[in-house]
């Protein structure tokens, strides 16, 4: 087993504190701080044998650290790390699945009752005092009665999504690259296909490549004038602009977005909308599971230079058959 105190772990400044707190206890752990790599000496640089992260590892930094053996990333979606490269250069990356997945879930149905009954601006209508001076807010036009919703990425966030969905007497079906044998929800082939079938589309997909604004304005037009948009995915996954369109020309009825492309910038057209519910990536953001988040990070890393097999390599660094360990 390794000395752990030996190994030289990278962790940016504002990683989360307690996590940062254990690898300190453990581990010898290097400072990473804005100016990024640029802080370090090339003599810290060969020394540096893993990364605990929570943002983007680029193949380029990947390269300037030639003795990097695993990214621990914190949170499920690792599109900014380059899971790919670090894959063909087998440097492990490992992400934190499942422990987060309820509370996502439970942000998703919070903003899709925020967005379909107008529950943000019927607040502000109170602490406004228009209630007092004016009379009770006004009948939302929107219920989630009679509603089908249409979720694009049932994995582990979207089926807990669909969990609570049915609880409401909400219809469900779904689009993913595959269609899923242990769920008897309607499945659609095509993401266009699925908004055209239903009236509230859900994204629980990754960001990446393969999704970069997926819901474009052929999209939206599908989703259709009563259409309701929830993204508690990952903003590049909406084309923004053909967004805003579709909100002002009423193409579809209102959206409610927890991610956006550029973070933490929210373009004004979209704050100044009234049909738009926005929320600063809240997702996961307790501190009970933002805890939970952390330690698998910890726990990913200790195993990994410990000779035990990390506990949530993500998939293309198992598909590859990176070691599991030092
Ligand atoms: P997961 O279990 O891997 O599920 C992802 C689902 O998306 C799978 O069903 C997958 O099915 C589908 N998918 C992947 N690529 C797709 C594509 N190109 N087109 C259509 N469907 C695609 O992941 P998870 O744990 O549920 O997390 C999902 C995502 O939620 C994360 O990647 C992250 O971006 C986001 N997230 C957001 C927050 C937040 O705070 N808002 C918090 C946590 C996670 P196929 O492989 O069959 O396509």
Redesign the pocket.
């Known amino acids: 087993m390794a000395d752990l105190k030996s190994v030289p772990v990278l962790v940016p400044v504002g990683f989360h504190a307690a996590a940062r707190a254990a690898l300190q206890e453990r581990f010898d752990v290097r400072d990473l701080t804005e100016t990024g790599l640029d802080g370090l000496s090339p003599a810290e640089r060969q020394e540096i044998r893993a990364i605990a992260s929570f943002g983007n590892v680029s193949a380029a930094m990947m390269d300037a650290l030639p003795g990097l053996q695993i990214i621990g990333s914190f949170?499920?979606?690792y599109?900014s790390v380059d899971a790919a490269h670090a894959a063909a250069k087998g440097i492990m990356v490992t992400n934190t699945?499942d422990v987060?997945?309820e509370e996502?879930a439970d942000?998703a149905l919070g903003l899709l009752l925020m967005t379909v009954r107008e529950l943000p601006q019927a607040e502000r209508h109170l602490r406004a005092g228009l209630w007092e001076a004016k009379g009770p807010y006004p009948l939302t036009t929107g219920t989630l009665r009679g509603r089908t919703a249409g979720i694009?990425?049932?994995?582990?966030?979207?089926m807990a999504i669909a969990r609570r969905l049915e609880a409401f007497g909400v219809g469900i079906a779904y689009?993913?690259?595959?269609r899923r044998d242990d769920v008897a929800y309607e499945y659609h082939d095509t993401?266009e296909g699925l908004a055209g079938a239903v009236d509230t589309l859900i994204i629980?997909?990754?960001?990446g490549a393969?999704?970069d604004k997926?819901v474009d304005a052929r999209v939206l037009e599908a989703l259709g004038p009563d259409g309701i948009l929830i993204n508690?995915?990952?903003g590049t996954t909406v084309d923004e602009p053909a967004l805003i369109a579709a909100l002002a020309a009423g193409t579809i009825k209102t959206a409610g977005l927890?991610?956006f492309e550029k973070e933490p910038h929210v373009p004004q057209a979209l704050i100044d909308l009234p049909n738009a519910v926005l929320l600063p990536?809240?997702?996961?953001?307790s501190l009970h599971t933002r805890a939970a988040m952390g330690q698998l990070v910890v726990d990913n890393v200790t195993a990994f230079f410990s000779g035990r097999d990390v506990l949530t390599p993500v998939p293309e660094c198992a598909k590859a058959g990176v070691p599991l360990h030092a």
Do not use: E, F
């Open positions: 949170g499920v979606g599109d699945p987060l997945t996502v942000t694009m990425g049932l994995g582990r966030i979207g689009y993913n690259r595959r993401l629980a997909a990754p960001g393969s999704t997926a508690i995915g990952r927890d991610v990536h809240v997702g996961s953001a």
